[in-house]
């Protein structure tokens, strides 16, 4: 059983479509993790802060004195008056500085091999979709007719056959034979119903149906009497 079409695509138009109306929501990423990681497993050495410096600086400013006078006395001794000794410091003389000169140099400093742990607790990452839609805008358009024969690449899986309206058990794709005598519509003292009798064959897909149906007719003749 094959579907055959002689012309296939046809003529169509244009719309905005929504693919969604509503929507969002919040999701979560991951529903757990963490752990402790470490950054580096070796390392260490031994770095230069500085290259190069020094120099000289002076520590204290210029500090100036006023001129002082120190007196100092001694007892007698020996028959000799007391008396006493006078000293005259000069202010000149006691101002002064102090500078402290720092020659070049570098500081070097020793980073032993270590490691640095990382603790990232369980977490999880959520992301707020909110309610959104989304369109699609398909113009105008319209399709050609191809003419010419197809053949389908698929067929029905199964028929449906009724006799007068009721569905026979018979489903294969092809059958010979098949009595349909005992489907037929029958009057109250179960004799076969004169008159019109339907047989419908429906296959669940597109299909060609090739069939034969063989029927037997009943007449009865009666004629007059001779008077």
Excluded: C
């Excluded at 003389?93 to 369980?122: A, E, R, Y």
């Excluded at 690449?153 to 059958?175: A, E, Q």
């Excluded at 004799?191 to 149906?213: C, F, K, M, S, Y």
Aim: glycine share 10%.
């Amino acid at each position: 059983m094959t579907y055959i079409l002689y012309s296939r695509a046809t003529k169509g138009g244009g719309a905005v479509v929504k693919s969604t109306f509503a929507g969002g929501g919040v999701v979560k990423s991951t529903s757990s993790g963490g752990g402790t990681t470490a950054t580096s497993s070796s390392g260490g050495g031994t770095s230069t802060s500085t290259q190069s410096g020094g120099g000289s600086t002076q520590s204290s400013s210029v500090k100036s004195f006023p001129d002082s006078i120190f007196i100092s006395s001694a007892p007698s001794a020996g028959g000799y008056d007391n008396h006493t000794h006078t000293t005259l410091f000069n202010a000149d003389n006691m101002s002064h500085s102090h500078t402290v000169n720092i020659p070049s140099h570098n500081h070097n400093f020793s980073t032993p091999n270590h490691t640095h742990t990382v603790n990232i607790p369980n977490h999880s990452h959520s992301m707020d979709i909110p309610n959104h839609s989304h369109e699609i805008n398909i113009p105008d358009h319209a399709h050609e007719i191809e003419h010419g024969i197809f053949k389908l690449d698929r067929m029905p899986t199964k028929v449906t056959i009724k006799v007068d309206g009721k569905p026979i058990p018979h489903t294969d794709l092809s059958g010979d034979s098949i009595d349909l005598i005992p489907y037929l519509s029958r009057d109250s003292e179960e004799r076969v119903q004169r008159g019109w009798h339907t047989v419908e064959i429906t296959p669940n897909d597109l299909g060609r149906i090739n069939a034969q149906l063989m029927t037997q007719f009943f007449m009865q003749s009666r004629g007059g009497v001779d008077a």
